[in-house]
Structures are given as C-alpha cells and as structure tokens.
C-alpha cells in the first residue's frame, strides 16, 4: 500500500548544458503530481539542448512512486528518446525497484539507446567520466586497459 497523504518525496530535474548532461533525482515517496510536474520539466530542459544529450537518472534515495505515475514516466522516456539522448545512466541500488522501470522502458526507449543500470553514484560518475573522454563510446576499460563488461540494459 502506498504510505498516508501526508508522506511527500520529491523529484529533481537539473541541466547542465556545458556537460550536455541532464540529471533527474526522486527521494521519499514520490506521488503522482511530483512526476507531472517533472514530466514537464524534462520537456521544458530538453528545448534547451540538441541531440546527443546523456542523462543520469538517481534513484538511491527513491522509497516509492506512486503507481498512477506511470503515464508521467512513460512520457518522459519517451522525451528522452524523441530528444535522441546519447545514453542513460540509472542509478538503483533495490534490484525490485528497477523492474518496475524495465518494464515501462522496453515500450519507450530505442534499441539503440544504451541504458546502464549501475549501484552507486561512484560507478555513475566513472561511466560519464569515461563517455567524457571518449564520445560516442558506451563501454568502460578498466586500469589495466582490459575490455569491462558494462551492465547495459538494452531497451
């Protein structure tokens, strides 16, 4: 059951246009209104900038969203993808809250669009730095120059 009317979450959404990155964070228990809202935000973030964009999705504080948001994530996916985003990267460390957003994304995003699911903000940040240095490149070498095997959901 979803936790009493007075519980209230919040969602975050932030463009940094000299990194070509926008971040998106939730906390608490997000209700339906709070993901509208930043339904709308995104679309409002992503007029600002050209394709090619990468985003970094930080759910590590999230307990809940509500499930009549659903629509509202689905359209913000799908910005996502209209937008032709360069990759996401989806910070989760509960494995049961990203089946949840597994399912909405296999309708949503391109094949083409990487989605790497990572635990900590350290894995996120070493993933960007590394797409940083190298564009376009969606996997990671590790310090010994060996190939890493990416945890890249392809949805």
């Not at 209104?33 to 090619?52: C, N, S, T």
């Not at 913000?76 to 494995?95: F, G, H």
């Amino acid at each position: 059951m979803f936790p009493a009317s007075d519980t209230r979450g919040m969602i975050s959404v932030e463009l940094n246009g000299s990194k070509r990155l926008l971040i998106i964070s939730a906390a608490g228990h997000v209700r339906t209104e709070e993901v509208q809202q930043a339904a709308e935000e995104v679309r409002e973030a992503l007029q600002q900038v050209a394709p090619g964009l990468r985003v970094l999705i930080d759910f590590r504080w999230l307990e809940s969203i509500h499930p009549f948001a659903a629509p509202y994530i689905a359209q913000i996916m799908e910005a996502l993808a209209q937008k032709q985003v360069a990759s996401v990267i989806r910070i989760i460390p509960d494995p049961g809250k990203d089946v949840r957003l597994q399912i909405l994304s296999q309708f949503r995003y391109s094949d083409e669009l990487p989605i790497l699911t990572v635990d900590t903000l350290v894995e996120a940040l070493d993933r960007l730095s590394d797409q940083n240095v190298e564009p376009g490149r969606h996997q990671t070498r590790d310090k010994m120059g060996e190939q890493a095997v990416p945890r890249i959901t392809r949805k």
